[in-house]
């Protein structure tokens, strides 16, 4: 068969009906998790399912032209990961993300990447277990933070929260990219040692693209500063030391952008 664009336009369309078929099933089955976690409780059962739902709805959404449930998947992904129990707020903010993707399957078309972004900031996020909701205010600040590491992750996105920002944690660097070009963070923190790109790449690649130029960026380091090449860092970009330092240098980091 000869390929033409008339070809080539069904075939998409053809996936895209498939991948909305799946997803809506999937969707339901999530939405029947729920009302099981909530008529028996979690187990390790539910939650994990629901979990890796999410999963499949992020890897396939953005492929087959549905970046907004890609989106919105990744962010329901990990805050199911981050959780420790299951609590009356958990099982509202689970539900309002499975109502959100639901929002997004039954639109005739897709958001663009402004009101992705706003979505994606309306979602529900974790508070601190350090804290009370009372203790600290909740900061419309979002800080993508982008590092291989899951324990590494896990730790500074802890700390991060306490100051009372939301933190969406992607562990690839060319993730990294395609999220801050669509959700535009208030602020990227890379790893500076990962797979394909280094942190100093990454920071250097949103620099050079418009939407993103003026997002402040950190690169996140192990090593000691002074032994580690950050020649081709752009200027005003700090490093940050990972470990007992994060926290102070986050701070400084805080005050020098105006996040706080």
């Known amino acids: 068969m000869k390929v033409t664009g008339a070809n080539i336009e069904e075939l998409t369309q053809k996936a895209e009906l498939e991948f909305h078929d799946e997803a809506t099933t999937r969707l339901a089955e999530m939405n029947r998790l729920l009302d099981e976690v909530a008529a028996q409780g979690a187990n390790d059962d539910n939650v994990p399912a629901l979990a890796e739902h999410a999963h499949n709805l992020r890897i396939t959404g953005g492929s087959f032209g549905f970046p907004a449930v890609a989106m919105v998947a990744q962010r329901l992904q990990g805050y199911l990961n981050d959780i420790s129990d299951w609590t009356d707020k958990t099982q509202r903010d689970a539900q309002a993300f499975c109502d959100t993707l639901g929002t997004l399957l039954e639109r005739p078309s897709q958001p663009d990447d402004d009101e992705i972004a706003q979505i994606v ?83 250097r690649a949103l620099k050079a693209v418009a939407v993103t130029e003026k997002i402040p960026c950190a690169v996140l380091t192990s090593q000691e500063v002074a032994s580690a090449d950050f020649s081709r860092l752009p200027e005003g970009s700090p490093v940050l030391r990972s470990g007992s330092n994060f926290a102070d240098d986050f701070a400084k980091v805080v005050t020098q952008f105006g996040l706080g």
């Open 121 to 203: 900031r309306g979602l529900p996020s974790h508070v601190s277990r350090s804290f009370s909701p009372g203790d600290i205010e909740i900061k419309n600040v979002e800080i993508l933070l982008v590092t291989p590491a899951r324990a590494v992750a896990k730790i500074l996105s802890k700390q991060i929260m306490a100051c009372g920002f939301r933190v969406n944690t992607v562990s690839d660097p060319i993730e990294g990219l395609t999220t801050a070009l669509r959700l535009r963070p208030d602020m990227v923190i890379t790893s500076q040692v990962m797979k394909g790109l280094t942190g100093v790449d990454l920071i």
